[in-house]
């Protein structure tokens, strides 16, 4: 049987994948505008996993005396040079540079301003950065003004315009004087009649000796929004545009054709290297219009603005085009073959209690789109997961086809069979405050999300079976750690005061203690907690569910409670390290120094769900979890751990040739309630928790 998916892939708006040296992708978006971005990772461009905030706005710059009132947090756009990754951001109208030592983060910056704002020149606003590093080593940045501009010689009275110029690496400065206005606005190009004077979201590729700089041509909201490019001999040379330059384009402009998918709006994009080495891809977003839409141009039908995948290649004429062979410049609505060099890793267990699943009846939820007066069919939906679950009264499978939005409660119904709640797109968020399950459920394909910034998110199994598939991902809050919270029993509160963890709901209404047989199976997400037996508020109740079995997969993070074990091997002089049988790649090898095993601890650290930060001023590693915070100054022969002075027996220092920052990895590891053996003949330490 062939291995097929069908577009879109992930959630999120103007996105960038960078392909890491070990293969593995990573995904940045606009995902939290308010709050910073969330970053994903895949192997395959297929099933991406969720990783939470990369970046938070109090990790970086913003100006308080802004006139913007909002972040706007747009675009964001990695690059990895000398084992570091540079992130270029947009927040308030203006572009930043972040820095991390992870691709998943977390990306910092603390600068005392934005880029171009000490650039004696004017401006209302710059959006859209993206690094370009040509083959002689010089880095480039290219980026978009808003309105009215100026620098220099170069000026431009309206519109998105684009802009390029050299880039320090050293200083993470622009070259002022090279700065050069490069695509311009042109209602040659572009459409008018709505708001069309737009060219943004550049992003600059090379073959041959041609520079071709892409972007997006026309506004985010329009049908025309697509995928154009420019042709030069030089990365800040003349940029010829072509009428015809057209890579990607929705192929329904008017909307009139209801009865095939389609792809609309394919705008904001990036390239990659595919999987196979050989080929290329672009990675845009674009919207599904259902057939209740009349055409018409407005923000509100671009929502939600997802993630997608297809081919890209350069013709023998010099064209860049992308979509299929068979249907070039059109992006692939429909199911296509995974990418050459990769297959699809995710399986869905159909037995004990959800044996009988397939042979069960289907319904269709869209919540924006659907009727409850529908028949509950792909081409009729239902409107809401509640109507959808009272029509498989025998149970059955809900299959969503676009973000839902569940609220403060959802109360899955009792059934005399099991329930499926899954997605037909990998790129379905379900947003909530509470779920409880009163059947037996199987969750695959969803993204959890909880519904609000200040309070957790609660799944209540409620003494059923429940599945979280290998498809399920899970976002955190924006600015926390905090994500779902999975409880195999029931949740109660305690204490007086229940609106402090919510009031749209009411407690447990039964006794929390069962000895019901149970399987609770979690093998996809990131959870705050997992549960099998009850919890009241945040503390488990002991032998609540004694029949309750756990089982927890070995790639799911659990922050606390109930976590799954940890093992992490590494051997001295090898950049792979192994957590949990899984190969890892180090950005820098472990070493002995003064016969102690030292090793860049953020790796370590993160293993065993802990954060990393660096005060550059006192030269100081701080190293926090749930119950711990521990404190390393290079040289120091005292670190502290909750504050107490602890004696080191080899100092942390900072190795010259690779600039990192090297620490005893034993002490590390037992404070942060780690067991380390060393097996001398192999040189590898092992640490397990």
């Not at 951001?89 to 603390?110: C, L, M, W």
């Not at 099998?532 to 079995?549: E, F, I, R, T």
Request: proline share 4%; aromatic share 12%; hydrophobic share 35%.
């Amino acid at each position: 049987m062939e291995m097929t998916f069908t577009n879109p892939v992930a959630p999120g708006a103007d996105p960038f994948v960078l392909k890491d040296d070990d293969g593995t992708y990573y995904l940045y978006a606009t995902s939290g505008e308010e709050y910073g971005y969330r970053v994903y990772s895949s192997k395959n461009l297929v099933e991406w996993t969720a990783h939470g905030y990369c970046l938070v706005r109090d990790d970086v710059y913003t100006d308080p005396k802004s006139s913007f009132t909002t972040y706007s947090f747009w675009a964001p756009e990695v690059i990895k040079y000398d084992g570091l990754y540079y992130m270029v951001y947009t927040a308030q109208h203006r572009i930043g540079i972040a820095v991390s030592e992870s691709p998943t983060g977390p990306f910092k910056n603390d600068a005392d301003g934005y880029l171009l704002d000490s650039v004696n020149a004017s401006y209302w606003g710059i959006i859209d950065g993206n690094f370009f590093l040509d083959d002689d080593g010089k880095m480039y940045l290219y980026f978009v003004t808003q309105r009215a501009a100026r620098f220099g010689k170069y000026a431009v009275k309206q519109g998105n315009n684009i802009w390029g110029c050299e880039f320090d690496m050293e200083t993470l400065s622009v070259k002022a004087d090279t700065i050069k206005l490069l695509v311009q606005w042109s209602a040659t190009f572009d459409q008018t009649s709505t708001g069309g004077d737009c060219v943004e979201g550049s992003f600059m590729i090379k073959d041959g000796d041609t520079y071709y700089i892409t972007f997006s041509a026309n506004r985010y909201y329009s049908t025309k929004y697509s995928v154009q490019y420019a042709t030069s001999d030089a990365p800040l040379g003349n940029f010829d545009r072509k009428y015809n330059n057209i890579t990607l384009m929705c192929d329904d402009l008017n909307r009139k054709d209801t009865q095939n998918p389609h792809l609309y709006g394919t705008g904001h994009h990036s390239f990659v290297e595919a999987p196979n080495g050989k080929d290329l891809l672009i990675i845009y977003h674009a919207h599904r219009a259902a057939s209740s839409y009349v055409y018409t141009e407005s923000a509100d039908l671009v929502s939600p603005r997802s993630v997608c995948v297809d081919l890209a290649w350069f013709t023998e004429d010099g064209k860049l085009v992308a979509g299929s062979k068979e249907n070039p410049t059109v992006p692939t609505a429909t199911a296509q073959s995974v990418l050459e060099g990769t297959s699809l890793a995710r399986e869905t267990h159909f037995d004990g209690a959800f044996e009988a699943i397939p042979t069960l009846p289907t319904v269709y939820v869209a919540q924006k789109d659907g009727l409850d007066t529908n028949a509950g069919t792909k081409t009729a939906p239902f409107k809401t997961l509640e109507k959808a679950l009272l029509t498989l009264k025998n149970g059955g499978t809900v299959v969503l086809t676009q973000g839902y939005s569940a609220g403060a409660l959802l109360n899955v119904p009792k059934c005399s069979g099991p329930i499926r709640i899954t997605a037909e797109h990998n790129n379905v968020i379900l947003t909530y405050k509470f779920i409880k399950l009163n059947t037996d459920v199987y969750f695959d394909t969803i993204i959890f999300a909880p519904e609000t910034v200040n309070e957790i998110s609660v799944i209540e199994g409620n003494f059923h079976n429940v599945v979280m598939g290998e498809g399920v991902s899970c976002l955190n809050r924006p600015l926390t750690r905090d994500y779902p919270y999975l409880v195999g029993g029931k949740w109660q509160y305690t204490g007086s005061d229940k609106s402090a963890v919510y009031n749209s709901f009411m407690p447990s209404d039964s006794k929390l203690s069962s000895a019901e047989s149970y399987n609770l199976t979690v093998l996809g997400g990131t959870w705050e907690a997992v549960f099998a037996g009850s919890v009241k508020q945040y503390a488990p109740v002991d032998g609540s569910a004694p029949n309750g079995v756990l089982t927890v997969g070995e790639n799911v993070r659990v922050l606390r409670g109930a976590s799954a074990a940890v093992e992490v091997k590494m051997t001295v002089g090898s950049t792979t390290a192994y957590v949990n049988g899984i190969a890892k790649t180090l950005d820098a090898a472990p070493v002995i120094q003064n016969s102690r095993t030292m090793l860049p601890v953020r790796f370590v650290a993160e293993s065993f769900d802990a954060k990393v930060e660096w005060d550059g001023k006192t030269s100081t590693a701080i190293i926090t979890n749930a119950d711990t915070t521990i404190e390393i100054t290079v040289g120091a022969s005292v670190a502290k751990i909750n504050g107490a002075d602890t004696k080191l027996d080899a100092p942390a220092y900072i190795d010259p040739a690779s600039n990192r920052t090297y620490l005893p990895v034993r002490f590390v590891a037992e404070a942060l309630g780690a067991k380390v053996s060393w097996d001398g003949e192999t040189s590898t330490a092992t640490l397990a928790k």
